[in-house]
């Protein structure tokens, strides 16, 4: 009986000391997780005073507190990535809002305020958003529907982020009923939540994991006739141009589909959708301070052919965002490493301290670095004498890949990512018809960004 007591006790009391470190835990590290989450309802309480100020990265104010409310200087230029503050949130306002709302040296304010009659104010953030290259692209997305991320390749800076159609933040209770029964769902942000085939663009993982599988199918050659059947059926290269024979390099410059199918079917598919969930981050939550919609990629390891060729040149079941795409352009920028992407630069209290500070960090290698500057040489040439020439620019060169995706509607998505200098960026246009609207923004973009 002695012995089963003194089993019990060291049972219970093991048991114990385990609550306790969780609970020592949950406060010490997790406590402020939980006290900042969106979807904690104390948070979406006002808070007193004015909400802090949102400004970009040149000091310039995209949201702040009024007499009037909530105003957003920009309007529907950074609807999507700001957001909007009222009865609901979305963007920074939401998933920021513990910080905006959030007192720095709480005592001193609350003592200038009974003293002096100041308002109390939140946390301000200075994000690492541009507003002349957030209006570029929302000029250039007008009339359109679609999306553009552009970042710093090797920190993960988001210059800008934008999605179209847009709204007017200052304006969304108001219109709500009105945003919510439109069909081309202006309050959707494209740029994170929108899934969309890949298109060609997909060709760089295809190509990836033929390289991992065997880097003699560098030296693979393909006579292009224009189109290649299989199965009974006959896929096409676009508008059934014969490239005639063809490398590596001008495979991908020219984007030949014959060359990607059968290059497709040399290696296993287990090989496509590892590199597909590592270098693309397909099938995986990607970390962002913004809701992102998980990339969907789906193949099984033993696909039929026709699967295996549809998803090797961008079709099939596969689904992207512009953001898990534009990584995978900063990735192959950065000899292979993937940054994490981020908006807060600087967190600023009432008096222009220093609450916090973002450190870059990094999602990892996602690809050899050898094979990365292959696949950025391919992108060089797809610009200099392939589909992505109109993203030539004289002063520095640009390396990018188009595609072309079929879609439901049947009028095709045009896809740009590429990369120049520093930055690398992903766009979407929808429904153009395969045309060259998304590269041409994309060169409008790396020129103001390196000139």
Known sequence: ???????????????FMAMGAYFVWTAAVDGRNFAAHPFNGRVNIEGRGLRGTIYDARGRVLAYDSEFGRNYPFGAVFAHVVGYSGMSRAGLELSQNFTL???SR?????????????????????????????????NGLDGARGAAVVLNAQTGAIVAMASAPGFEPELVEQ???????????????????????????????????????????????????????FEGQTLQCFGGTAHGEVDFNRAMALSCNGYFAVLAQKIDAGHIIAAAERAALFNREIPFELAAS??????????????????????????????????????????????????????????????GRHSPRRI?????????????DSMVDAVN?????????????????????????????????????????????????????????????????TE
């Open 1 to 15: 009986m002695r012995r089963n007591i003194g089993q019990m006790f060291w049972v219970l009391a093991v048991i």
């Open 175 to 229: 219109d709500w009923g009105r945003l919510l029964g439109d069909g081309a769902s202006p309050l959707l942000n494209r740029a994170t939540q929108g899934l969309y085939p890949p298109g060609s663009t997909f060709k760089l993982i295809t190509a990836l994991a033929a390289l991992e599988y065997d880097m003699e199918l560098l030296d693979f050659v393909f006579d292009c006739t224009g189109q290649i059947s």
């Open 294 to 355: 998980m990339p969907l990629f789906s193949m099984p390891n033993e696909p039929e052919l026709s699967e295996l060729v549809e998803t090797a040149i961008g079709q099939g079941r596969t689904l992207a965002t512009p953001l898990n795409m534009a990584l995978l352009a900063a990735a192959i920028a950065n000899d292979g490493i993937m940054p994490e992407p981020f908006m807060v630069e600087r967190v600023v209290g009432a008096f222009d301290n220093t609450v």
């Open 385 to 449: 004498f392939g589909t992505a020439a109109p993203a030539t620019l004289n002063h520095v060169q640009v390396a990018g890949k188009t595609g072309t995706a079929q879609n439901e509607t049947g009028i095709d998505h045009s896809w740009f990512i590429g990369f120049a200098g520093d930055y690398a960026l992903a766009i979407i246009i929808e429904n153009t018809g395969g045309g060259t609207r998304a590269t041409r923004l994309a060169g409008e973009i790396l020129l103001r960004l």
């Open 364 to 376: 990892g290698r996602v690809m050899p670095a050898e094979i990365a500057e292959i696949l950025a």
């Open 101 to 103: 709302t959030r007192l």
């Open 106 to 138: 709480e005592l001193i304010q609350m003592t200038a305020a009974v003293i002096f009659n100041d308002e109390v104010a939140g946390n301000s953030i200075e994000t690492t958003l541009d507003a002349d290259i957030q209006s570029i692209i929302h």
